[in-house]
């Protein structure tokens, strides 16, 4: 508890002004009405109270340590003025501050789509969204040494550009054909998994 003279005294309050005065206003009603409602940190359950068995200079009015600055802002407005400026103060400190992290986050969301946006397949032209084909053909090893393996060509192609292969898929070897792919399918990589979950490291040679 916190001596309300005392308070009065350090803010420099006109003569006029007593402690008994504070207690009169409306607005203290209220705030004391408030604070009596809530549960008040220090354990004290008491907002003010009268100590009139004190020596002098230490007797009257003592308030919860909440209560200083109210009585300090009613006691002296150039007080009050003050902590209203300082409050103003924290608040745009603290806005500024959240402002920077979001322009931060702003920053890192803009800089996480960009590298989204390197990686999204260019736009297809309408009615061309599935205009290439795939094939996967099989090439006899010239080398003495291979000549238990064959080379897989993974290939594939637009339809416009498809006739140099016209030769492959008009012959009597061994391939895999598919048409009416989406642009962005790589069926590729599917393969490539398959050849390296299947076979002994040994057994292939991917380029």
Request: aromatic share 10%.
């Amino acid at each position: 508890m916190y001596q309300m003279q005392s308070i009065l005294t350090a803010c420099f309050a006109p003569d006029t002004k007593h402690t008994d005065d504070w207690f009169k206003n409306q607005s203290t009603q209220e705030l004391l009405s408030e604070a009596q409602r809530d549960r008040l940190p220090s354990g004290s359950p008491k907002t003010h109270e009268n100590r009139k068995n004190l020596p002098n200079g230490l007797r009257g009015w003592y308030v919860h340590r909440l209560l200083v600055n109210a009585v300090a802002m009613w006691a002296s407005p150039r007080y009050a003025w003050h902590v209203y400026r300082l409050l103003d103060e924290i608040h745009r400190q603290e806005r500024e501050e959240l402002e920077n992290k979001l322009e931060a986050k702003d920053e890192v969301i803009e800089a996480k789509d960009k590298s989204i946006q390197k990686r999204i397949p260019r736009s297809v032209p309408k009615g061309k969204e599935k205009n290439y084909k795939y094939m996967i053909y099989t090439e006899e090893m010239e080398n003495e040494e291979d000549k238990d393996m064959v080379m897989l060509h993974l290939v594939r192609r637009n339809n416009k550009s498809f006739y140099d292969l016209a030769k492959i898929y008009k012959s009597d070897r061994n391939w895999f054909y598919r048409e009416n792919l989406p642009i962005s399918m790589t069926p590729n990589e599917d393969v490539k998994q398959i050849v390296q979950d299947t076979l002994p490291q040994t057994h292939y040679d991917m380029k």
